[in-house]
């Protein structure tokens, strides 16, 4: 039943993050105070990574290096690189400008391997760059933060370590250890965690809803236009350049889907806790975005597969 309600969560997440943002805009009362709680749900969300993450992803480094090596490094310099391309076009104001840069500095999130599973592309390597740029964003988030950001505004590079550390890599380290240590546990909670992600990610996208109503109505056009424009050219670029690289088919979209396909809710997060209301609102629209473009891009791609599929069976 618990594998059932959990692959029903993961199936129907676009649905339950657009029900929750309308009700955040319409009702933003019902989220009163919910703000603070962001940094621990977004730990519980990095907790369930951990206790997910297998030795066996990590192989995949040693047995197929570049796709790996390419997806974690487009990851770092293609959103990064494009998020202050962007700013600097559409002449932005400080806090959304910063708000921007953090979408693009994040590592990928979770909900790439499922788009990558939709896609028929190579869920494996998916979960593995996802799993790699995770691990390294207390050191490469406050890094790109620090060299693109400044121009606008102070960036402590100690104290965004010190965040993405506690809402990150503390909770994906303790995952590991009760994986280690506690296996049966572990593996019970396996059925229920997309449930729990989906809970927190949707409460976390509701609390920045609410309390950015007034700033999205205000800056709404402008800012899901930049959005759009970042994830849109992120999925295009890293794609065009896994072609470059000579990657095969389905290692292509996986890491077109990683690159365009941001943890907006670390964005967010940090965006709380180290500036101000307006600076999370590029990514609590990155979340609903991309949970929008995602779906439309890897059931396009399901969908071309299938013909080839059927193309090839009917050859034979």
Known sequence: MLQRIGHFASKTFLIWVLLVSVIAFTVPGLFSGVGNWIPYLLGIVML??????????????????????????????????????????????????????????????????????????????????TSISTILAPVLT?????????????????????????????????????????????????????????????????????????????????????????????????YFLANVLKLNYPDKKAVSIEVGMQNSALATSLATVHFNPLAAVPGAVFSFVHCVTGPILARYWAKRAERFDKAKRSLA
């Open 142 to 238: 406050p890094s790109f933060m620090y060299l693109f950001a400044r121009e606008w505004m102070d960036v402590s590079f100690l104290s965004m370590f010190a965040s993405v550390t506690k809402v990150v890599l503390i909770p994906i380290l303790l995952g590991l250890l009760i994986q280690r240590f506690f296996k049966s546990f572990s593996e019970k909670s396996e059925d229920i965690l997309p449930l729990v992600s989906v809970i927190a990610i949707a409460i976390i996208l509701g609390a920045v809803v609410a309390g950015s109503r007034e700033l999205i109505i205000e800056t709404g056009l402008l800012i899901f236009t930049v959005v759009i424009a970042h994830n849109v050219l992120g999925y295009a670029l890293g």
């Open 48 to 129: 369930g990574m951990g206790l997910t993450i297998k030795v066996s992803d990590f192989k995949l480094v040693f047995k197929y290096p570049k796709p790996v090596i390419a997806g974690v490094v487009l990851q770092y310099t293609i959103m990064p690189l494009l998020a202050y391309c962007i700013v600097k076009a559409f002449h932005l104001p400080p806090d959304i400008a910063i708000g921007v840069l953090l979408v693009g500095c994040c590592p990928g999130g979770t909900t790439s391997n499922v788009m990558s599973y939709i896609a028929k592309a190579n869920v494996a390597l998916s979960v593995t760059i």
